[in-house]
């Protein structure tokens, strides 16, 4: 892990597009503000999780939806209701 030390008003770059400043430092809490193409996401961390969580979740379920449908696609065999 890199540490830096900034003041107030500096930034810091990361790659060629991306630039983070410290807007505000108030006893145990900072401020940061981001600048960054449109296409870059950034999340609070907890957020980047719930989104990640979610998308396994829903991953999942498409590849469960999927296996239920591939048993009615054409050429598969269909379950008997002869008695």
Same mark, same amino acid.
């Given at each position: 892990?890199?540490?830096?030390? !900034?003041?107030?008003g %500096?930034?810091?770059r990361? @790659?060629?597009d991306?630039?983070? /400043?410290?807007v #505000?430092? !108030? @006893? @145990? =809490?900072?401020?940061?503000?981001?600048?960054?193409?449109r #296409?870059?996401?950034i999340? !609070? %961390?907890?957020? /980047?999780?719930?989104?990640?969580?979610?998308n396994?979740?829903?991953? #999942?379920v498409? $590849?469960?939806?999927?296996?239920?449908? *591939? =048993?009615? $696609?054409?050429g *598969?065999?269909?379950?008997?209701?002869?008695?």
């Amino acid at each position: 892990m890199l540490t830096l030390t !900034r003041n107030v008003g %500096e930034s810091i770059r990361i @790659g060629e597009d991306i630039e983070v /400043y410290v807007v #505000e430092v !108030r @006893g @145990g =809490t900072v401020r940061l503000g981001f600048k960054a193409p449109r #296409e870059v996401s950034i999340h !609070r %961390e907890e957020v /980047y999780r719930q989104i990640a969580e979610a998308n396994s979740l829903a991953a #999942e379920v498409a $590849a469960d939806a999927l296996s239920a449908l *591939s =048993t009615f $696609a054409p050429g *598969s065999v269909q379950p008997s209701n002869k008695k």
